[in-house]
């Protein structure tokens, strides 16, 4: 069964301290992808990873950093996070350019 | 700029009737094109993707149509049902390129009973 996941799903944080998302996948996908998703913004590109330790800056990387040590997890870091990097995070994978599978999102709220 | 973009931020459509999304682009590059549909507090998932060889891809109640010389491509639900009430997202990506999409900003689609 073709899967992404997220951890966590939910997660309150208050400005300044670090957040760690943590995104995995069973399908062996040599790309990977962060977005984040605010209302009438559609998804953002943040980093795209095409394999172990290729990552890649998206649209918008500003803020955050990712990590991609194995082809199944990739993560994505805040280091000290702002109050506008309240959001909904998503994490996909793609073979190539093919469907792009997404995780069910990440709740984030830096108060 | 917006190089991918759903001019309708959202669009209500009676059950039984076509629902006709659009989406522009602006980069002569792309040649992949796909909706993508979201319910709340769910992930995107792919509905439908065409590549820019094709004008037109069927699949059930989905059509796309692909216009390269209008930059537009658009997604026809017919027979719309309540369950199709949904966020519909369109990307645009270029083959060899990057294996980045480029999303829209949704429209909101509700098919009213």
């Known amino acids: 069964d073709m899967k992404v996941t997220q951890m966590p799903r939910y997660l309150i944080k208050r400005m300044g301290e670090n957040v760690l998302l943590e995104c995995g996948q069973d399908m062996s996908h040599e790309t990977m992808y962060w977005y984040r998703q605010d209302p009438g913004l559609g998804l953002q590109l943040i980093y795209i990873s095409y394999d172990v330790d290729s990552n890649s800056e998206g649209d918008i990387p500003k803020g955050y950093r990712v990590s991609r040590k194995k082809r199944e997890h990739f993560s994505l870091i805040l280091d000290s996070a702002k109050t506008n990097q309240t959001s909904v995070y998503f994490c996909?994978?793609?073979?190539?350019?093919?469907?792009?599978?997404f995780g069910p999102g990440t709740r984030l709220l830096v108060l | 700029g917006q190089q991918v973009k759903q001019s309708s931020p959202s669009l209500t459509v009676q059950e039984g009737g076509i629902s006709i999304l659009n989406c522009d682009y602006e980069n002569d590059m792309f040649d992949y094109f796909a909706w993508y549909k979201k319910y709340p507090d769910n992930s995107p998932t792919l509905l439908i993707s065409v590549r820019s060889n094709v004008d037109k891809r069927e699949d059930g109640r989905l059509t796309v149509f692909l216009n390269k010389s209008g930059k537009h491509f658009s997604l026809h639900i017919t027979a719309s049902q309540p369950e199709d009430t949904a966020v519909y997202l369109c990307?645009?990506?270029?083959?060899?390129?990057?294996?980045?999409?480029?999303f829209g900003e949704g429209t909101k689609l509700t098919v009213s009973s």
């Open positions: 990307a645009a990506g270029a083959q060899g390129g990057s294996a980045k999409l480029i």
């Open positions: 996909a994978s793609s073979f190539h350019q093919d469907t792009q599978y």
